[in-house]
T-cell receptor
Framework: GESVGLHLPTLSVQEGDNSIINCAYSNSASDYFIWYKQESGKGPQFIIDIRSNMDKRQGQRVTVLLNKTVKHLSLQIAATQPGDSAVYFCAETGGGADGLTFGKGTHLIIQP | AAGVIQSPRHLIKEKRETATLKCYPIPRHDTVYWYQQGPGQDPQFLISFYEKMQSDKGSIPDRFSAQQFSDYHSELNMSSLELGDSALYFC??????????????FGSGTRLTVV
């Protein structure tokens, strides 16, 4: 079946560096994409979202890029901080009350 | 700001018992979603409700059922519990609008342990 997946299960970066987390999706009907951060034992926390009619969206220290041609989504975190350590999931949906399809998480590890 | 409230936070049940999980969405959110997350796994969509009607169905076992009430809170009923049902169960809510839902927000989850 169609799914959303991440390229790497673990990403280790130095504190202060920029982090890039990638995601590939296969459902061409997806029109809404969300990045979530999840800390151990907690619920997914919304980071940033993007709709299919956009290719870039920026938030505070985060940027999401969407390439619909190759069905690729990325999350860029600027100046990574220790508090950014978590598992990051991308998720997609066709909209409405459809459930989200999550990709496999990427564990972001921050090295001092 | 009000968030999605789930209760209980932790629940321990024996095999073949039943469990009921509750979810109170953010005020004015009319859509509720249930997800199951096993250890080290990504959340898996179970079921959703929009305006008190079932809207979308995912990988919810037949032993589970759910409903959304007039005040928009939702309950997930789980029967004949199995060891494999041990997981974190998350509820999320959003404001439905013309097939584009805004503000997906997750609760803190209920950790169900079946022994």
């Amino acid at each position: 079946g169609e799914s959303v997946g991440l390229h790497l299960p673990t990403l280790s970066v130095q504190e202060g560096d920029n982090s890039i987390i990638n995601c590939a999706y296969s459902n061409s009907a997806s029109d809404y994409f969300i990045w979530y951060k999840q800390e151990s034992g907690k619920g997914p926390q919304f980071i940033i979202d993007i709709r299919s009619n956009m290719d870039k969206r920026q938030g505070q220290r985060v940027t999401v890029l969407l390439n619909k041609t190759v069905k690729h989504l990325s999350l860029q975190i600027a100046a990574t901080q220790p508090g950014d350590s978590a598992v990051y999931f991308c998720a997609e949906t066709g909209g409405g009350a459809d459930g989200l399809t999550f990709g496999k998480g990427t564990h972001l590890i921050i090295q001092p | 700001a009000a968030g999605v409230i789930q209760s209980p936070r932790h629940l321990i049940k024996e095999k073949r018992e039943t469990a009921t999980l509750k979810c109170y969405p953010i005020p004015r959110h009319d859509t509720v979603y249930w997800y199951q997350q096993g250890p080290g796994q990504d959340p898996q969509f179970l079921i959703s409700f929009y305006e008190k009607m079932q809207s979308d169905k995912g990988s919810i076992p037949d032993r589970f059922s759910a409903q959304q009430f007039s005040d928009y809170h939702s309950e997930l009923n789980m029967s004949s519990l199995e060891l494999g049902d041990s997981a974190l169960y998350f509820c999320a809510s959003s404001e439905g609008s013309d097939r584009v839902n805004y503000g997906y927000t997750f609760g803190s989850g209920t950790r169900l342990t079946v022994v």
